[in-house]
């Protein structure tokens, strides 16, 4: 299938440096390119490395629009000082954005369904074996073009409760996209997947009782319906990343008039309001893919169907209210977008 996730980027990519004497570079447009690296590379031996994930979309009438870039600087420096790394400033982040989409927007085609994913990164490039921050940093933008998930119908994923390994402690890396984050929930996703579901459903260290997120998604949870429906997310407590999609729901949750509330939400809570109906949808949520309904939960020898099994009302409003800002159909709340003429 074409456009498979990040698997081939646009021409170019945008790269900078940061050295203690010189701090950060001017920015270079080159052709996506490999790297030269020392096999001492900090980066790849102890892990000080953050990255974000953003989306541009192609309007109707044919100008770029990137979502909420401002957010997402906000948060990669948020990441690189959380890891000792120098922060790369707003202005900068957002004139590489400017830099690559000037050069590449025509690699997105004129179809609603696809959009193209920004990549930004920031590692750690001395060669230097030392246990310490490094002393060089290498800033790269790269981009590749994916699907959106623009069908009528959206499927519902069945997801399994991680019992056995924890994403986030507090007081550790799981509020901020650290690379280090990823790689040790593979396990569990891999378990995930094997018993017939699609993610693993991220509980709290300590208790293992709260419900944190989906894979690499925030999660949502509807009480109610109709005009009685309200949602409920899980608090920023430090173990989760707080999306920048978690946060446009809430703000669309509240144009819609549905209430919003960020409480804590046990797996107890989740299993025995599903039974009862008073829970009547989940879904989960990120730049990735947009708004994922919730449909059946797998625990241990357990499992429960949420709602009917598939996107419900609330769960289809709120996807729809989230594609028309990204299509330009609806208006978007003031310092959401980033226009890139087309060049
Ligand atoms: C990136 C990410 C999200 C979603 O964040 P968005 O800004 O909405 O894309 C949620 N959880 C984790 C662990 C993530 O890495």
Known sequence: MPHEFGESFTRHMV?????????????????????????????????QSVFEGLKAYRRGDGAVEVFRPVDHSARFARSAERLA??????????EALDLLLAAD?????????????????????????????????TFLLIAFVTRGFFSD??????????????????????DVKFGGNYAPAYLAQEQAVREGSRQVVWLDAAERR??????????FFVFGTGSEARLVTPPCSGTLLPGITRDSVMVLADRLGVPVTEEG???????????DGSLTEAFACGTAAVVTPVGLVLDGE??????????????????????????GRAPAPDGWLRTVARG
């Open 15 to 47: 790269t900078a440096e940061w050295s203690v004497e010189e701090g950060w570079s001017t920015l270079r447009l080159g052709p996506f390119a490999d790297l030269s690296l020392s096999p001492a590379t900090v980066g790849l031996h102890y892990g």
């Open 85 to 94: 790394i120098p922060p790369l400033p707003d202005e900068v982040f957002l």
């Open 105 to 137: 927007q025509e690699d997105l085609p004129d179809d609603p369904a696809l959009s193209l994913y920004l990549r930004p990164l920031l590692f750690a490039s001395e060669a230097n074996l030392a246990l310490r921050p490094a002393r060089t940093y």
């Open 153 to 174: 119908t959206v499927d519902a994923v069945t997801v399994r409760i991680g019992r056995e390994y924890s994403r986030a402690v507090s007081g550790g890396t799981g």
């Open 210 to 219: 709260w419900v944190e997120e989906l894979g690499a998604m925030n999660l």
């Open 265 to 275: 939400i046990t797996v107890d809570q989740w299993r025995q309001g599903s039974r």
């Open 302 to 327: 357990e499992s429960w169907q949420v709602g009917a099994g598939k996107a419900g009302p609330v769960t289809l409003a709120l996807r729809d209210a989230l594609l028309d800002i990204h299509t």
